[in-house]
């Protein structure tokens, strides 16, 4: 039966969802009190999390819909599942973070840190390893950068394996393979920029063996 599908699609969306929203929200309430208010609009999952409220009560009076369908219209979906797929299709970007938020060191954490931490957040991208103090990792879904080679002026796409960040020396590091040989890496400082970013190449040989480290000691 349609209803059937219905209500497993709706408790399927409310285990996966729910955990992730009660996750975040019991984050909030337990940080907020030693965060600064300025940290606390920082954090995108503060004013995001709102989505996953109105989510769960969607999931809610969807099923309370099912449940009190017709024998006759019990063979047809409910019109309330269009209406969440139609809320989650229009929230996409959101969930996507959301659920990258969930998983992230900065989720819980109230340490008073130098790291830029949300403010240089990209979408789908989360911060997988952090040591509070000097390093962290973040890891993407999905990015990835076209690069000219000086020397022989070929371009070529590389995925992004993660930026490394040294807030002691105020440093982005970017990690890069080539899509097509994953013998070709590279890794750069990163150079965010409003328009376009811009790279550069490492030439102290310890700096580049530490960066190498902190990343392969998150994987």
């Not at 340490?111 to 509070?132: E, G, T, V, Y």
């Not at 990690?175 to 013998?183: D, W």
């Not at 811009?198 to 994987?219: C, K, L, M």
């Amino acid at each position: 039966m349609d209803n059937d599908k219905d209500l497993n699609f709706i408790n399927e969306e409310r285990r996966y969802w729910g955990k992730i929203y009660t996750d975040i929200t019991y984050a909030i309430s337990e940080i907020s009190p030693f965060i600064s208010e300025r940290d606390s609009k920082i954090r995108k999952y503060f004013s995001k999390s709102p989505i996953l409220k109105d989510y769960m009560k969607l999931l809610d009076s969807a099923e309370a819909d099912c449940k009190k369908k017709s024998l006759f219209s019990m063979f047809k979906s409910s019109p309330s599942i269009n209406l969440l797929q139609d809320f989650k299709a229009k929230n996409r970007e959101n969930f996507k973070q959301l659920e990258k938020c969930s998983h992230c060191e900065c989720l819980s954490c109230a340490f008073d840190c130098n790291f830029k931490k949300c403010s240089s957040c990209r979408s789908s991208s989360l911060i997988c390893s952090c040591d509070k103090e000097r390093v962290n990792v973040r890891k993407f879904d999905n990015f990835m950068l076209e690069l000219t080679n000086n020397d022989t002026g070929i371009s070529s796409k590389y995925n992004v394996l993660a930026v490394v960040e040294d807030c002691t020396l105020d440093n982005l590091y970017i990690l890069l393979e080539n899509s097509n040989n994953s013998n070709d890496k590279l890794v750069l400082y990163y150079y965010p920029g409003i328009k376009e970013d811009s790279y550069g190449e490492i030439t102290d040989p310890n700096e580049f063996d530490f960066v190498v480290e902190t990343y392969q000691n998150a994987e």
